[in-house]
Nanobody
Framework: QVQLVESGGGLVQPGGSLILSCVAS????????MAWYRQFPGKERELVAA???????NYADSVKGRFTISRDNARKTVYLQMDSLKPEDTAVYYC?????????WGQGTQVTVSS
């Protein structure tokens, strides 16, 4: 059973930065194809960023140029570098594959952007 644990969220002022981490444990062999999602209150999770086997990445238009996804297979960790944060980035952030709930969802990490 794969377990995903997200961390790194917190309260940050507009324009600030955060780095989120997602560590996988269990039978997951690689983090080659992974993604970050976020969920606003009362809304469905939305895909924010994805990374694929060859290293290519995709981003939602709302975060393009501000967020960067990366991975460390040796540490079974995927990261989300978030810069130039805006209040509308406030959400709970989760990781999984780009195909949805391939693995059980973790508890997520809350990101709050506010002055």
């Amino acid at each position: 059973q794969v377990q995903l644990v997200e961390s790194g969220g917190g309260l940050v002022q507009p324009g600030g930065s955060l780095i989120l981490s997602c560590v996988a444990s269990g039978s997951l062999l690689t983090m080659n194809v992974m993604a970050w999602y976020r969920q606003f209150p009362g809304k469905e999770r939305e895909l924010v960023a994805a990374i694929f086997s060859g290293g290519s990445t995709n981003y939602a238009d709302s975060v393009k140029g501000r967020f960067t996804i990366s991975r460390d297979n040796a540490r079974k960790t995927v990261y989300l570098q978030m810069d130039s944060l805006k209040p509308e980035d406030t959400a709970v952030y989760y990781c999984n594959t780009p195909f949805g709930s391939t693995y059980p969802w973790g508890q997520g990490t809350q990101v709050t952007v506010s002055s």
